[in-house]
């Protein structure tokens, strides 16, 4: 299991200092947060640094998760109402299918911080905090064309359809890779962001198309089932496969050669911003900020730089 440390929290600092008096208060109230699934590193991760950054600012928190279910996130938004949270982090099951759960929580007067995935209205959320996914995507394209060449064959695995996340990377790589003719995309899957469906995928993308060069993958989880695949069929040596998301699996995978490259999110540093926003507005009815939804630019990690993270999805640097 990952541990998240007082160090990570000091490194996921956002430049703006916590309010005078509150970092040691006690009885602040409750600070729900919810997640998708945290046996994913990367989920796991959200959850502890939302955590232990409320718990520095002296709320009671709890961390559960809906595991990309909406009748799950419904359930536990009821319990956060009933609970009389003062502020609920969530990130969202479905673009679409959480709207009505947010709109619960609001209307009881709670009010919601996104994290990592939007939903596809403005307005409700006090805050919308994600990954500049566009940007992320078209720095692992570019790096995917360098390790492969700008001829050959490849395949993609896809992220959950429900999640905006996915299309918008999947746009990225295509705006990318689309500007090499001779870089042939010959199959995509959707895996849901799992290993296990990346592996199957992978297996069944290999029938088709058993010479391919490439794999461009939405995570890091699909793409590490996709290594497993290759491995097995005797051929990873031969086939560049390129992830998205920057898991402690995916940084071990680029030290071992077994994986070209991970773009890493800044799960660590925007989970908790959207945590001191909520603190922000709870004191003083404003996030502080402008912006409804607000995007953090990701990092390309390659075997180059691996070496400089320094905790789970955190790079030496980040965060300022």
Known sequence: MIKITRRLLIATAAAAPLLAGTAFAQDGGLMTIIVNDPSNPYWYTEGEVARETAEELGYEANVSAHNGDTNAESRLIDTAITNQAKAIILDPAN???????????????????????????????????????????????????????????????????????????????????????????VGQEVANWDRTEGYNKMQSLLQANPEI???????????????????????????????????????????????????????????AEAVRQAHNFIETGSTGVDQEKQLFDCILITPDNVDRMVEPFVMEGMGG
């Open 95 to 185: 673009a679409d299918g959480s709207i009505g759960a947010v709109r619960k929580a609001v209307d009881a007067g709670i009010p919601v911080f996104l994290i990592n995935a939007e939903i596809n209205q403005d307005g409700l959320a006090e805050a919308q905090l994600v990954s500049n996914n566009a940007q992320g995507a078209a720095l692992g394209a570019q790096q995917f064309v360098q390790e492969l060449g700008q001829s050959g064959t490849y395949v993609e695995l896809f992220g959950a359809p429900s999640d905006n996340n996915a299309q918008t990377r999947s746009n990225g790589f295509e705006t990318v890779l689309s500007q090499y003719p001779e870089l042939t995309e």
């Open 213 to 271: 060069n490439g794999v461009i993958s939405g995570n890091d989880e699909m793409a590490l089932g996709a290594i497993a695949a290759l491995q097995e069929a005797g051929i990873s040596d031969e086939v560049v496969v390129g992830g998205f998301d920057g898991s402690p699996d995916a940084v071990q995978a680029i030290k071992d050669g077994e994986l070209a490259y991970s773009v890493l999110q800044p799960v660590a540093i925007f989970t």
